[in-house]
């Protein structure tokens, strides 16, 4: 996704302007919104609206404090382009999938799975080690002394 938001980032816009951060990350932030389309997020005081509506609030505010909108609607546009054509042409329309990740990203970057044995537990091997050492993997600290006591 990082990878097709910046070169139709690239094309469109920076190199007129020369900017590449926010419009990449108002990109990612459409997916997610529309992803989340139903979840109710909060924005500057205390104000609440569905996800969906997210970055196009984020570029109303921008316009209002008398930014440039640019980036954020460059953003906003290639978000959509990425949605649409991971999402909505395949799944909805029935489409062909025209974005996958390439090969070369996968043998750079596997996508490990498993090797998690669950939060605070160690895995199976560190448990065998601890229990060959006798008393379940507890430490002998000694006795002890009470703070005040001499």
Not at 88 to 101: E, Q, W
Not at 122 to 148: C, I, K, T, Y
Request: net charge positive; aromatic share 18%; glycine share 14%.
């Amino acid at each position: 996704m990082l990878l097709f938001n910046w070169i139709c980032i690239v094309v469109s816009f920076s190199l007129l302007f020369g900017l590449l951060m926010i419009p990449l990350i108002m990109s990612v932030l459409y997916v997610w919104a529309q992803l989340n389309r139903d979840m109710i997020v909060s924005f500057w005081f205390g104000t609440r609206f569905k996800a969906c509506y997210l970055p196009w609030v984020i570029l109303g505010f921008n316009y209002i404090i008398g930014g440039s909108v640019i980036n954020e609607l460059i953003g906003n546009l290639v978000g959509h382009l990425y949605f649409f054509l991971m999402f909505r042409y395949p799944m909805d329309l029935g489409g062909r999938n025209f974005l996958s990740t390439p090969q070369f990203l996968y043998r750079w970057l596997p996508s490990r799975r498993g090797g998690v044995s669950g939060f605070g537990v160690p895995p199976a091997s560190m448990r065998r080690a601890a229990d060959q050492n006798g008393g379940g993997g507890r430490h002998n600290w000694g006795q002890g002394f009470r703070l005040g006591d001499q």
